[in-house]
């Protein structure tokens, strides 16, 4: 049987909230627009699997994507959210110290949030106590910028803007090889590769799957290729009430943030998530993992009551750099760095990929028109 050709104007992989919030921007720019996604619905990647928190861009490098997106990202999402009635809320959250040397360590987080351009106000010994009776800390900062959103919500919004300016989702349609030329780009959908896609921009926002789908790109130098490593995060969810109406992290520690504790919209807390590496892909929880999240939290919350964590999901972050590999920002590559006209790859999109997805839109945009 011939395989079916089609020519498209745009295609943008992947139907993340990143990928979306892109397509949204692109249909929104006059283009025809296509998204592929692999999956049956939108969003069942890195999307559906993390805390919901938008971020205010506190512990990025100045003048690094994730620092200048994050911060840009935060404002128009947050307006985003209320022009669109997602449903989030600005509950702000703590960074706590729970000794000298950790409270030392959060004057240097006060600065880099400050040369980011936001600002978090300190609170140490009484007046931390005050604030946060319930949990033991010498000191913390305050982020009055910090939020939670419905993530899901929000990529059906996304959605319902891309729709509404002629965009298209296929779903089921896996991209199984590519190729960029001179005259545009070719891409094989389904699992068979039995669709043809022509297309004159492509965009590669496939999350997890993004470097190996840039690995099998034929035309793309072997620079444009990144190595990337996993860093699974488990969550615990904890049932019945507490004392929180904020988000309370501690101090980050290599690959993460730390066991944090986050709130959904109901109320409900969770705690993560942790930091394992992995070489496969696998959303396994070990209900084993309790005792170390335990651990943790008790450092700073020693009333906890461990019977009351239950095993709750797991994400996995597409990271650029593995355990020993420090700052990893985001990587757009666009033309001026493959050299490929209308082709843009998007690597190590982890957090603050939620909170950035209307700034990255925005950076997509201007790649593809230098």
Request: charged share 20%; aromatic share 8%.
């Amino acid at each position: 049987m011939a395989q079916e050709q089609f020519s498209i104007q745009t295609v943008v992989i992947g139907a993340g909230v990143v990928g979306l919030a892109i397509a949204r921007a692109l249909a929104r720019s006059g283009r025809e627009v296509l998204v592929l996604e692999a999956c049956a619905a939108i969003g069942e990647g890195i999307s559906s699997r993390n805390s919901e928190v938008i971020h205010a861009g506190i512990y990025y490098p100045e003048h690094s994507l994730k620092a200048r997106l994050c911060v840009e990202g935060r404002q128009q999402l947050y307006e985003y959210c209320v022009s669109h009635k997602v449903v989030h809320r600005k509950c702000g959250k703590w960074i706590i110290a729970s000794d000298a040397a950790q409270a030392e360590r959060l004057v240097g987080i006060q600065a880099q949030a400050g040369r980011n351009g936001v600002p978090l106000v300190l609170y140490e010994g009484a007046a931390m106590a005050c604030q946060v009776p319930s949990i033991r800390a010498t000191a913390g900062l305050w982020s009055s910028q910090t939020g939670i959103v419905d993530s899901h919500g929000l990529m059906l919004a996304l959605q319902g803007d891309l729709e509404d300016a002629g965009g298209q989702i296929a779903l089921n349609s896996p991209v199984v090889f590519a190729e960029s030329g001179p005259e545009g780009h070719v891409l094989k959908v389904g699992e068979a590769g039995d669709l043809t896609l022509k297309a004159r921009e492509v965009i590669n926002a496939a999350g997890l799957g993004a470097p190996a789908l840039a690995g099998l790109w034929s035309g793309l130098p072997e620079r444009a290729r990144p190595e990337q490593w996993l860093a699974r995060g488990v969550y615990f969810s904890f049932s019945g009430r507490h004392p929180f109406n904020t988000l309370i992290y501690p101090i980050p520690e290599p690959g993460g943030l730390g066991i944090h504790l986050t709130l959904d919209l109901a109320g409900q807390a969770r705690f993560g998530p942790d930091v394992e590496w992995i070489d496969e892909e696998s959303y396994r929880v070990d209900p084993q993992r309790v005792r170390g999240f335990a651990d943790s939290i008790r450092r700073w919350w020693p009333s906890l009551d461990e019977a009351r964590l239950q095993p709750a999901y797991a994400g996995i972050r597409p990271k650029l750099a593995g355990p020993d590999g420090g700052f990893a920002d985001f990587r757009i590559d666009g033309p001026e760095k493959h050299g490929i006209d209308g082709l843009v790859n998007l690597f190590g999109i982890e957090s603050p990929g939620l909170t950035s997805c209307l700034a990255i839109a925005g950076h997509v945009l201007t790649e593809l028109a230098n």
